[in-house]
């Protein structure tokens, strides 16, 4: 079977020496937005403080930036693949770079849900567009290195949010978690600007009811997963009205040619399954970023600052080794990569959930690091896996299916964390991390067969 094509024309591929700037832009926007996905937890206590609301309040902070990114990047995407993904990128970044003065000017809750609803719009328009925009920067025979470059930032961002955060929250106010994004975010419009590729959309304008139905199926199952531990009537009513929804959705796209859920691209074996072990690897992530802080808190007795510095190891490590194998996935099998990357994963969970309670510094450290450099060999990979299974006109569509199984990964993790917690509070967080260890091992066994049945690029 041929390779999808996946560059665009030439006159549209940015020169090599213009290359590093749009490249530049691209991660700036990806660290923006994963940073605020992972570094407001840490900042829940002050701003209930200071804002005057109680603990169970102020997470709604949290909680409504993902629903909403995860409820818009769907149809976000269609809208970057009719429009052309520069026009959906360089808007966001400007709603971007005001949402975050107003999350840091906010004076009240309510305000500050407001401002985070716009953020995480912003930030789904610009994940959704993240990879479509790198397969059209880099040419076919540097793919690799080119997503390596933008999974060095993704994983150095998730992963590294909380430690960033604890260590400004110990000189700066909460409000300058979302103020530092202003620089960037002028850097990044300057530069895109200048640099990215002007690649022209389809002009094929998304179903606006299919848009609707597809952001309340997505908003309401997230909502219902987020609710899986009190497992109450509402919850069961959330999960009904997104079947509810999923069912219209795909009855209206049923005939349609560019339907906003792309189920033409699920149905692509290589790609399916690509999809389905990043949602695995995802939450495996998710749920030990959640449930690492109070296990190194309640079992090993660390301060906060130790927390930090314990946990520091897996992001150091995670952006050393994407763009390693980023380049290794343009000549080696990308599945096998993420068979290795993931299982290394597993093994440093589960050497870390067997430490004894006051374990030595640096075996904690060995076992984040370990994390870390599976995690960075398996991302990469995975990425150029994903956008390669695909032909070129649907590199919007893939993209922002691939930032949704992130998302939806990282959602599951922290609902199994919760239930977790909900069952019994002492042991929650080794069972959060035996759980992850299950997750990164399916994912490593499925990324085995995709690596025994060969990946595009080796055909």
């Given at each position: 079977?041929?390779?999808p094509a996946?560059?665009?024309?030439?006159?549209?591929?940015?020169?090599?020496?213009?290359?590093?700037l749009?490249?530049?832009?691209?991660?700036?926007?990806?660290?923006?937005?994963?940073?605020?996905?992972?570094?407001?937890?840490?900042?829940?206590?002050?701003?209930a403080?200071?804002?005057?609301?109680?603990?169970?309040?102020?997470?709604g902070?949290?909680?409504?930036?993902?629903l909403?990114?995860?409820?818009?990047?769907?149809?976000?995407?269609?809208l970057?693949?009719?429009?052309?993904h520069?026009?959906?990128?360089?808007?966001?970044?400007?709603?971007?770079?005001?949402a975050?003065?107003?999350?840091?000017?906010a004076?009240?809750?309510?305000?500050?849900?407001?401002?985070?609803?716009?953020?995480?719009?912003?930030?789904?328009?610009?994940?959704?567009?993240?990879?479509a925009?790198?397969?059209?920067?880099?040419?076919?025979?540097?793919l690799?290195r080119?997503?390596?470059?933008?999974?060095?930032?993704?994983?150095?961002?998730?992963?590294?949010?909380?430690?960033?955060a604890?260590?400004?929250?110990?000189?700066?106010?909460?409000?300058?978690?979302?103020?530092?994004?202003?620089?960037?975010?002028?850097?990044a419009?300057?530069?895109?600007?200048?640099?990215?590729?002007?690649v022209?959309g389809?002009?094929?304008?998304?179903?606006?009811?299919?848009?609707?139905?597809c952001?309340?199926a997505?908003?309401?199952?997230?909502?219902?997963?987020?609710?899986l531990?009190?497992?109450?009537?509402?919850?069961?009513v959330?999960?009904?009205?997104?079947?509810?929804?999923?069912?219209?959705?795909?009855?209206?796209?049923?005939?349609?040619?560019?339907?906003?859920?792309?189920?033409?691209l699920?149905?692509?074996?290589?790609?399916?399954?690509?999809?389905?072990?990043?949602?695995?690897?995802f939450?495996?992530?998710g749920?030990?970023?959640?449930?690492?802080?109070?296990?190194?808190?309640?079992?090993?007795?660390?301060s906060?600052?130790?927390?930090?510095?314990?946990?520091?190891?897996?992001?150091?490590?995670?952006?050393?080794m994407?763009?390693?194998?980023?380049?290794?996935?343009?000549?080696?099998?990308?599945?096998?990569?993420?068979?290795?990357?993931?299982?290394?994963?597993?093994?440093?969970?589960?050497?870390?959930?067997?430490?004894p309670?006051?374990a030595?510094?640096?075996?904690v450290?060995?076992?984040m690091?370990?994390?870390?450099?599976?995690?960075?060999?398996?991302?990469?990979?995975?990425?150029?896996?994903?956008?390669?299974?695909?032909?070129?006109?649907?590199?919007?569509?893939?993209s922002?299916?691939?930032?949704?199984a992130?998302?939806?990964?990282?959602?599951?993790?922290?609902?199994?964390?919760?239930?977790?917690?909900a069952?019994?509070?002492?042991?929650g967080?080794?069972?959060a991390?035996?759980?992850?260890?299950?997750?990164?091992l399916?994912g490593?066994?499925?990324?085995?067969?995709?690596g025994?049945?060969?990946?595009?690029?080796?055909?």
């Amino acid at each position: 079977m041929p390779l999808p094509a996946l560059s665009p024309p030439a006159d549209a591929r940015p020169a090599p020496s213009s290359r590093r700037l749009a490249m530049l832009a691209v991660s700036l926007s990806l660290s923006m937005a994963t940073l605020d996905t992972s570094m407001t937890n840490t900042a829940l206590p002050s701003m209930a403080a200071e804002l005057g609301v109680g603990a169970a309040d102020v997470i709604g902070v949290v909680t409504i930036y993902q629903l909403v990114m995860v409820a818009t990047m769907l149809p976000l995407a269609a809208l970057g693949g009719a429009l052309g993904h520069r026009r959906v990128f360089m808007p966001a970044l400007w709603l971007f770079l005001a949402a975050s003065v107003g999350c840091g000017a906010a004076p009240t809750l309510a305000a500050l849900e407001a401002a985070r609803a716009l953020q995480g719009l912003s930030a789904a328009a610009l994940m959704a567009c993240n990879m479509a925009l790198v397969t059209h920067i880099y040419p076919r025979h540097a793919l690799g290195r080119g997503l390596g470059l933008n999974a060095m930032i993704a994983a150095a961002s998730l992963a590294g949010g909380p430690v960033l955060a604890s260590a400004m929250l110990t000189v700066l106010s909460w409000h300058w978690l979302f103020y530092v994004n202003i620089p960037f975010c002028l850097l990044a419009l300057a530069l895109a600007a200048r640099s990215l590729p002007p690649v022209p959309g389809d002009g094929q304008v998304p179903d606006l009811g299919a848009a609707l139905l597809c952001t309340l199926a997505l908003g309401l199952s997230v909502a219902a997963l987020e609710g899986l531990p009190q497992a109450d009537s509402g919850t069961a009513v959330l999960g009904g009205l997104a079947l509810a929804c999923w069912v219209l959705l795909l009855r209206r796209e049923r005939a349609s040619a560019r339907a906003i859920m792309p189920m033409d691209l699920v149905r692509l074996p290589a790609f399916a399954m690509a999809i389905g072990v990043t949602v695995l690897a995802f939450a495996a992530q998710g749920a030990a970023m959640v449930a690492l802080p109070f296990w190194l808190g309640q079992t090993q007795g660390r301060s906060v600052a130790e927390v930090g510095m314990l946990i520091a190891p897996w992001p150091v490590m995670g952006a050393c080794m994407a763009p390693l194998s980023g380049s290794l996935s343009d000549r080696m099998s990308p599945g096998r990569l993420g068979l290795v990357g993931l299982a290394l994963l597993a093994l440093g969970l589960l050497g870390a959930s067997r430490l004894p309670p006051g374990a030595p510094l640096w075996s904690v450290m060995l076992a984040m690091a370990l994390c870390g450099t599976g995690f960075g060999l398996f991302l990469s990979p995975n990425q150029r896996l994903t956008m390669s299974s695909v032909p070129v006109q649907r590199t919007g569509a893939a993209s922002g299916l691939s930032g949704l199984a992130r998302l939806l990964g990282q959602t599951l993790g922290a609902s199994l964390v919760a239930a977790g917690f909900a069952a019994n509070g002492r042991m929650g967080p080794v069972w959060a991390l035996w759980a992850a260890v299950a997750f990164a091992l399916a994912g490593s066994l499925a990324s085995g067969v995709l690596g025994r049945r060969g990946s595009p690029g080796e055909h």
